[in-house]
């Protein structure tokens, strides 16, 4: 069984280029979380998707970033006009219900963006 | 929104010692997960907790939940290299929230 794939597992980008980053949740599961991860900082979470829905944006800065889950393929993290601050790990996760339930959500190993 | 705090931040253990790691919560936890990072890695599930005075176990490591829920406590027995890395308590809601991560360093 595939776990989580995310890719490009490094990403470098100009000051003002656009970045995307892909996810592709485990087999079965319909639910995909983003998180990001400065350097020495914890996991902060930044969007809940389920097929074609975002759920909670509450993570996610109002300008220049957006997410998407379509009903085929993987789920985006799309970030517009990127600054140096964009610089981070940015890990998804996935799980087959929402919150976890007694099913704990499976990560990624990160997309980690650099901006030169 | 629910915060947790984990103690220490940071951890220097000589190999084949015990260790703790604490995770306080501002609320009371309904699902408590642990999670380890290795640098450079995504995050590798450990245990869930969900009851008061819950404990488990699997290998070397012991994660338990007061009767409160609002304190988790993770132990290692008998250190290793391998267990180095980036430990993370993270509370269930509808996503998952995480504390602010606890950095293990195994030195021979």
């Known amino acids: 069984n595939a776990g989580v794939m995310q890719n490009p597992r490094h990403l470098v980008r100009r000051r003002g280029q656009e970045a995307r980053l892909r996810c592709s949740p485990m087999?079965?599961?319909?639910?995909v979380y983003w998180y990001r991860q400065l350097p020495e900082e914890g996991l902060k979470f930044m969007v809940y998707?389920?097929?074609?829905?975002?759920?909670?944006e509450s993570g996610m800065p109002k300008e220049r970033f957006s997410a998407e889950f379509p009903k085929e393929g993987p789920s985006i993290l799309r970030i517009q006009q990127v600054v140096r601050g964009d610089s981070a790990a940015y890990f998804c996760?996935?799980?087959?219900?929402?919150?976890?339930?007694?099913?704990?959500?499976?990560f990624g190993n990160g997309t980690r963006l650099t901006v030169t | 929104s629910q915060e947790l705090e984990q103690s220490p931040q940071s951890l220097i253990v000589q190999e084949g010692k015990n260790l703790t790691i604490n995770c306080t919560s501002s609320?009371?936890?309904?699902?408590l997960y642990w999670y380890k990072q290795k640098y450079g890695e995504g995050l590798i599930f450990l245990m869930m907790?969900?009851?008061?005075?819950e404990e488990k176990s699997h290998e070397k490591i012991t994660a338990k939940l007061d009767e409160k829920k609002q304190q988790s406590s993770l132990h290692i027995t008998a250190s290793q290299p391998s267990h180095a890395g980036i430990y993370l308590c993270?509370?269930?809601?509808?996503?998952?929230?995480f504390g602010t991560g606890t950095r293990l360093t195994i030195i021979p």
């Open positions: 996760a996935s799980s087959p219900r929402t919150g976890g339930g007694d099913s704990p959500l499976h």
């Open positions: 087999k079965g599961h319909s639910h």
């Open positions: 998707l389920q097929k074609e829905n975002i759920i909670d």
């Open positions: 609320k009371t936890l309904y699902g």
């Open positions: 907790l969900q009851k008061g005075g």
């Open positions: 993270g509370a269930r809601n509808e996503k998952l929230t």
